[in-house]
């Protein structure tokens, strides 16, 4: 039998730039867990078109809220042809009955667990509707093809996971409904073995917290530094920074640049996000202890709480200039279903849209408190022109000399982004004002 396993773009007339694209490694996980009597293809269509035609008999989709509209158009497709569709992915396990409008079946959850249970009913025609195991078992190595993923990514940059889970629970985050808030671990000795499996030298951990952990932690990155590889990761610097021999052992471990959940440079609302930083000055230290390791900074900013004015666009790009940071996500609050936020926001009726496609962290779908609408749209893309400018790349430089190639290169793929949502705002002005 012949599987076919997509992840949807989201908008079939428009690409991301590939430099700023985060790897896949799901669909591939899944893969690694189908039995050697199917035949499995992978297609990201971010990458490849995809061919509704095709030969298969098992087609499965994994998206999110952004692609979910592409894969449920997919899921609709498909199924007129005769083939049985499963769905997969953070959005389906949230709403998973919404999802099965589309779909013959649904994963909620993890796919461990699972897999085999739903391929052994599709054989059988006995295929449910719902599949779901909480926290299934890690331990099990799942073999990855390596050189089919290398071959899609610029740079060759592979990657990997080692932890699912977070205990943070925020507001605006889904990633609990998805993973749970416990941590659970893939055991050091089988991330060793696929680094060494891939035969590549540059990774980047997609956990949402890899030192979430700190026991962890330090034992995974002793046991990569003799690997001599260099990685890029997502960590709480609350944690970070408070443990000195932790951020040694990720600096000598190969760790190029971490992402950072800043959020909000507002104090007021840093003390809304029960997270331990919460004062400007104490980030500012946090800042220039990751730098001394010689660590570039990507940090991620969020637009759009309810205590944010007008004001807070050039308060934040004045905050992260002064403090050099390497690079900046800058994103508006995206009320995800399954969240407080949504909640809030639909109780509250302040919801614009609840079509999924502009769910996608750049687009303003519901009501700021003390702005407009399209006053948190043009000021969050306000905001990246600013700090993109290259008088603020070249200030930045300065503090950043300790990587200067890495930096450069990172800011330039930012820069040409910058260009291509500046073309949106204006097309998205020009229908409002018709």
């Not at 050697?36 to 509704?52: G, P, T």
């Not at 449910?128 to 290398?150: G, T």
């Not at 943070?168 to 680094?195: A, M, P, Q, W």
């Not at 807070?312 to 279903?337: H, R, W």
């Given at each position: 039998?012949?599987?076919?396993l997509?992840?949807?773009?989201?908008?079939?007339?428009?690409?991301?730039?590939?430099?700023?694209?985060i790897?896949?490694?799901?669909?591939?996980?899944?893969?690694?867990?189908?039995?050697?009597?199917?035949?499995?293809?992978?297609i990201?269509?971010?990458?490849?078109?995809?061919?509704?035609?095709?030969?298969?008999?098992?087609?499965?989709?994994?998206?999110?809220?952004?692609n979910a509209?592409?894969?449920?158009?997919?899921?609709?497709?498909?199924?007129?042809?005769?083939?049985?569709?499963?769905?997969?992915?953070?959005?389906?396990?949230?709403?998973p009955?919404?999802?099965?409008?589309?779909?013959?079946?649904?994963?909620?959850?993890?796919a461990?667990?699972?897999?085999?249970?739903?391929?052994?009913?599709?054989?059988?025609?006995?295929?449910?509707?719902?599949?779901?195991?909480?926290?299934?078992?890690?331990?099990k190595?799942?073999?990855?093809?390596?050189?089919?993923?290398?071959?899609?990514?610029?740079?060759?940059?592979?990657?990997?996971?080692?932890?699912?889970?977070?205990p943070?629970?925020?507001?605006?985050?889904?990633?609990?409904?998805?993973?749970?808030k416990?941590?659970?671990?893939?055991?050091?000795?089988?991330?060793?073995?696929?680094i060494?499996?891939?035969?590549?030298?540059?990774?980047?951990?997609?956990?949402?917290?890899?030192?979430?952990?700190?026991?962890?932690?330090?034992?995974?990155?002793?046991?990569?530094?003799?690997?001599?590889?260099?990685?890029?990761?997502?960590?709480?610097i609350?944690?970070?920074?408070?443990?000195?021999?932790?951020?040694?052992?990720?600096?000598?471990?190969?760790?190029?640049?971490?992402?950072?959940?800043?959020?909000?440079?507002?104090?007021?609302?840093?003390?809304?996000?029960?997270?331990?930083?919460?004062?400007?000055?104490?980030?500012?230290?946090?800042?220039?202890?990751?730098?001394?390791?010689?660590?570039?900074?990507?940090?991620?900013i969020?637009?759009?709480?309810?205590?944010?004015?007008?004001?807070?666009?050039?308060?934040?790009?004045?905050?992260l200039?002064?403090?050099?940071?390497?690079?900046?996500?800058?994103?508006?609050?995206?009320?995800?279903?399954?969240?407080?936020?949504?909640?809030?926001?639909?109780?509250?009726?302040?919801?614009?849209?609840?079509?999924?496609?502009?769910?996608?962290?750049?687009?303003?779908?519901?009501?700021?408190?003390?702005?407009?609408?399209?006053?948190?749209?043009?000021?969050k893309?306000?905001?990246?022109?600013?700090?993109?400018?290259?008088?603020?790349?070249?200030?930045r430089?300065?503090?950043?000399?300790?990587?200067?190639?890495?930096?450069?290169?990172?800011?330039?793929?930012?820069?040409?982004?910058?260009?291509?949502?500046?073309?949106?705002?204006?097309?998205?002005?020009?229908?409002?004002?018709?």
């Amino acid at each position: 039998m012949k599987i076919l396993l997509i992840s949807p773009t989201v908008d079939t007339e428009k690409r991301t730039n590939k430099g700023l694209m985060i790897p896949q490694l799901a669909l591939y996980i899944l893969e690694g867990l189908t039995p050697d009597r199917f035949a499995v293809k992978v297609i990201e269509e971010e990458m490849q078109a995809i061919d509704l035609e095709q030969d298969c008999d098992l087609v499965g989709i994994s998206c999110m809220t952004a692609n979910a509209p592409r894969a449920y158009e997919l899921c609709d497709d498909f199924r007129q042809r005769g083939k049985t569709v499963v769905l997969g992915g953070v959005h389906p396990t949230i709403l998973p009955d919404e999802a099965l409008v589309h779909a013959d079946a649904v994963v909620i959850g993890e796919a461990e667990g699972v897999w085999q249970t739903l391929l052994d009913d599709f054989e059988n025609n006995s295929l449910k509707q719902k599949y779901h195991k909480p926290n299934p078992d890690l331990e099990k190595y799942v073999r990855k093809d390596f050189d089919k993923i290398a071959s899609k990514r610029l740079f060759n940059i592979i990657p990997i996971l080692t932890t699912r889970g977070c205990p943070y629970n925020c507001d605006f985050c889904c990633v609990t409904n998805l993973f749970g808030k416990k941590i659970r671990h893939i055991s050091v000795e089988n991330v060793v073995r696929d680094i060494k499996e891939s035969n590549a030298k540059v990774f980047i951990f997609l956990d949402d917290n890899i030192i979430g952990n700190p026991a962890y932690a330090k034992a995974l990155f002793k046991a990569i530094k003799p690997l001599k590889i260099k990685w890029v990761g997502q960590a709480s610097i609350s944690l970070l920074v408070g443990d000195d021999e932790l951020m040694q052992l990720a600096a000598d471990s190969g760790c190029q640049s971490l992402f950072l959940g800043i959020e909000s440079v507002s104090v007021k609302q840093l003390l809304t996000m029960r997270k331990s930083i919460n004062e400007i000055q104490d980030l500012e230290q946090a800042f220039k202890k990751v730098k001394k390791m010689g660590i570039l900074i990507h940090a991620s900013i969020v637009f759009g709480f309810d205590d944010d004015t007008k004001e807070i666009f050039d308060e934040t790009v004045q905050f992260l200039v002064k403090n050099k940071v390497s690079t900046v996500s800058f994103n508006v609050l995206t009320p995800y279903p399954g969240t407080k936020v949504y909640e809030q926001l639909k109780n509250e009726q302040r919801l614009i849209t609840t079509d999924w496609r502009y769910y996608d962290h750049n687009t303003v779908v519901f009501k700021p408190k003390n702005m407009s609408p399209l006053e948190l749209q043009v000021g969050k893309v306000k905001a990246r022109k600013q700090f993109y400018s290259k008088v603020s790349v070249l200030k930045r430089l300065l503090g950043n000399w300790y990587k200067p190639f890495v930096y450069l290169s990172m800011n330039l793929g930012h820069m040409k982004q910058v260009k291509v949502e500046t073309r949106r705002l204006v097309d998205l002005k020009a229908k409002l004002l018709r």
